[in-house]
């Protein structure tokens, strides 16, 4: 009698530790196709991020430049305060040329990704 408590008891429960496995994909084409998208975001991704890592680098480098001439200036002061007006400004256009070329390249880059995320 037990036997046939046991035959109508819902299968999941008799075995527990069975896992269902989702259903998948029979396409290859879908496959390789997100798996290409994906690839091209990661590779867009690391790239960004390389850049960056570059950008900083070349950043804390002037900065250790700018900050041996401005010690070099202040121990052999020799230029006139026009010379040192002139070289200043110098200095400032780069740093501004340095940080619209930083800000344009961020500008492509985050307008490469969301394409790429667009299209995924």
Not at 12 to 41: F, I
Not at 57 to 70: D, G, S, Y
Not at 81 to 99: F, I, M, N, P
């Amino acid at each position: 009698m037990s036997e046939s408590v046991n035959s109508t008891s819902d299968p999941l429960e008799s075995q527990p530790n069975r896992a269902t496995k989702p259903p998948q994909l029979q396409s290859t084409y879908l496959r390789s196709s997100a798996n290409t998208n994906m690839d091209h975001v990661s590779d867009l991704t690391r790239e960004f991020w390389d850049t960056r890592r570059k950008m900083s680098a070349l950043f804390a480098r002037c900065l250790v430049i700018i900050e041996k001439e401005l010690e070099t200036m202040g121990k052999i002061c020799t230029t006139s305060q026009e010379e040192e007006e002139g070289q200043e400004k110098g200095l400032v256009r780069e740093l501004e040329e340095a940080e619209r070329s930083l800000q344009g390249q961020r500008k492509q880059r985050q307008e490469t990704s969301e394409m790429v995320l667009a299209d995924v």
